[in-house]
């Protein structure tokens, strides 16, 4: 039997599944957010890392998720 490589999609997200503790309503918040996205994705991580004050993997990563909405805007190309 072979074995079935992860693509890279699946690896950002079971290390996402990972960094909410194995919380499934967490990780789907996170990789719904995320959409396969590498910005989204360090943001999130970033924005994780720094909501340790708050109660909860879920109310952690809605926390993450904030912030890497807010932190998005600097990464905008501006139009012409």
């Given at each position: 039997m072979a074995i079935t490589?992860?693509?890279e999609l699946q690896a950002m997200n079971l290390e996402i599944f990972r960094l909410v503790q194995s919380d499934t309503a967490a990780a789907e918040k996170a990789i719904t957010f995320i959409g396969g996205d590498k910005l989204k994705y360090e943001l999130f991580k970033d924005g994780y890392t720094r909501a340790m004050g708050e109660t909860g993997v879920v109310a952690?990563?809605?926390?993450?998720?904030?912030t890497a909405e807010e932190a998005l805007d600097l990464f905008q190309t501006p139009t012409s």
């Open positions: 490589e992860m693509t952690r990563a809605d926390k993450a998720i904030r």
